[in-house]
């Protein structure tokens, strides 16, 4: 099985949602969750309180996991005692992420706690649904501990989601009870329409409880919907969060440059996904660490460029750049002469490497070497590019 997106750490091209967004999304679609409010103050957490009226749950809004462990999840027996835990919580840092806003919610009596997924196995290019009775964990740690509690089962994208891939998920996450059984069917079909719907790279809900009384609710809930697909679904591209995000990423994004901040020390950028990757493993293989993946587009003409050395360059971290271009329909000398433009548009005072290959490609290396600038190197090959970088950036 290929890693779920929550496992992949930075993803381009992906809006992760807050718990409450993602609730919200479920609501829509039948998914049976607990009423709540949102708060950004303590004051407003009390009124949310007053307005359940009875037992809450505080919960920290952050785009990251591990919000129990860090204190971000607590129960208040009164609006007095809701109002002083979301004080304690909001201006909490967790996982760097700075919490400004809480989920009040009703709380919920747990007798079972189980996990329900929808993720894009990239591997099999097929949907998969993931059921297990551990819920409330990491669904790492199950996997790793005991990868057969983890039942798994692959949507065929072409046909979409069917009734018997649901009974065999259920069956093969030994799911006894027959009252669970029906309402766990119905909530994985839902699921599966929220998630083809809106075109989401992953629906989970972790924990999917079961209440004494016998009833099922998602009691937590992560979405990650495809960037690419926004323009599809106006409503939930409103629901992206800017000041959430890293500061780089956003700025990259008002550039029209795709880019993901990695927190190394040698800056790449290339021209095309597909190389930009490559060009991330080789600065690995040659014993450094990627500051970012930065993807140009198929070209290098100079206004992209300039988008994309202005982001990089305003990473502190970054201590060298790898400029890996290949020039396919656009020719090599265009290319050079692009980067040099660039360079003279730019305040950039580390050191850069520049790979040129594919059309004219000699050329461009000849225009860039007669320039003769000194923070711009000319490699012939990747990985003497990505050697020299890494040993710039030492």
């Known amino acids: 099985m290929s890693t779920p997106p929550r496992l992949a750490g ?98 919920s009596e747990i007798a079972k706690e189980y996990y329900l997924a929808v993720t894009f196995d990239r591997g099999a290019k097929k949907p998969l649904l993931l059921l297990t009775r551990e819920g409330g964990v990491e669904i790492e740690e199950v996997a790793a501990r005991d990868p057969r509690a983890l039942a798994r089962v692959y949507v065929e994208p072409l046909v979409g989601y069917l009734p018997y891939e649901g009974r065999a998920l259920v069956h093969a996450a030994g799911i006894a009870d027959v009252g669970e059984r029906r309402q766990l069917l119905a909530i994985v079909e839902k699921l599966c329409r929220c998630f083809s719907a809106e075109e989401a790279m992953l629906c989970e809900i972790n924990p999917l409880i079961v209440t004494p009384a016998g009833e099922l609710k998602a009691l937590d809930a992560k979405v990650t919907i495809d960037d690419s697909a926004l323009f599809r679904h106006p409503d939930v591209a409103a629901m992206r969060d800017t000041s959430a995000g890293d500061p780089l990423e956003a700025l990259a994004r008002e550039k029209g440059v795709t880019y993901v901040h990695l927190g190394g020390s040698v800056g790449i950028l290339a021209n095309g996904a597909g190389l930009a990757m490559a060009t991330v493993d080789l600065v690995v293989v040659a014993g450094g660490r990627p500051a970012n993946f930065c993807d140009l587009g198929g070209g290098g003409r100079a206004e992209g460029v300039v988008a994309a050395l202005d982001v990089i360059a305003r990473d502190p971290q970054v201590r060298s750049i790898f400029l890996n271009v290949f020039g396919g329909l656009t020719r090599g000398d265009d290319v050079a002469r692009g980067i040099l433009a660039a360079l003279e548009r730019t305040a950039i005072t580390v050191p850069l490497v520049a790979r040129l290959d594919g059309t004219n490609a000699e050329e461009g290396r000849s225009i860039l070497r007669e320039a003769r600038l000194d923070r711009l190197h000319v490699e012939p090959t990747m990985i003497a590019a990505a050697e020299r970088a890494v040993g710039l950036a030492a």
């Open 10 to 107: 930075a993803r381009v091209g992906a809006l992760d949602l807050y718990e409450y967004q993602g609730k919200e999304l479920f609501r829509r679609y039948g998914i049976p969750v607990s009423d709540g409010r949102l708060a950004s103050t303590p004051a407003e957490a009390r009124r949310a309180a007053e307005e359940l009226a009875g037992d809450v749950v505080v919960k920290a809004q952050v785009l990251t996991g591990g919000r129990g462990k860090a204190g971000g999840v607590r129960l208040a027996a009164s609006p007095a005692e809701a109002e002083a835990r979301a004080a304690e919580i909001l201006g909490l840092e967790i996982r760097g992420h700075v919490v400004r806003s809480v989920w009040v919610e009703a709380a």
